[in-house]
């Protein structure tokens, strides 16, 4: 029972691109959990400890999308059908740095590419990123690929 579930932990940490070992755990310890009590909830019900999904809304364009759980807002905009600039998605580049308006979020790493000017500033790198609230984001290079 405890491989399935390591198994099981590993293929949803891949599948969501989240690769922190104290992620990892905490998501393993939960399916088991959540298996020998007979219910296996899906990724989503892990990570976020609201019931509902926070909302980011990117100025000046307007558009709107959730933040998915596990994910980082760059790719939950991706997974919505928005693109913010991006490249290298790992906090380096600096290429989807934008203005962080209202809200919380958390760094999936350590230290992003950011000083502590830019922090207090407002800066936020979206690549690696999670919304802690809902987000207003000035990214003037949105861009709406469902349109």
Avoid: H
Avoid at 45 to 59: T, V, W
Avoid at 64 to 85: H, K, N, T, W
Avoid at 110 to 137: F, H, M, N, Y
């Amino acid at each position: 029972m405890v491989s399935f579930c390591i198994i099981e932990a590993q293929i949803l940490d891949k599948n969501s691109a989240v690769d922190k070992s104290a992620r990892y755990t905490q998501n393993a310890q939960r399916i088991c959990r959540d298996l020998s009590t007979g219910g296996l909830q899906t990724q989503q019900n892990y990570g976020m400890d609201s019931k509902k999904p926070f909302l980011i809304a990117i100025q000046p364009s307007g558009l709107q999308f959730e933040q998915v759980a596990g994910l980082s807002v760059l790719q939950s905009g991706l997974r919505a059908g928005i693109r913010l600039p991006n490249s290298c998605r790992n906090g380096t580049c600096r290429t989807c740095m934008c203005k962080l308006f209202t809200g919380e979020i958390a760094y999936q790493i350590e230290w992003p590419g950011l000083t502590r000017e830019e922090k207090a500033e407002g800066w936020i790198l979206p690549c690696v990123a999670e919304a802690q609230s809902d987000l207003v984001l000035d990214v003037p290079a949105a861009v709406d690929l469902k349109a």
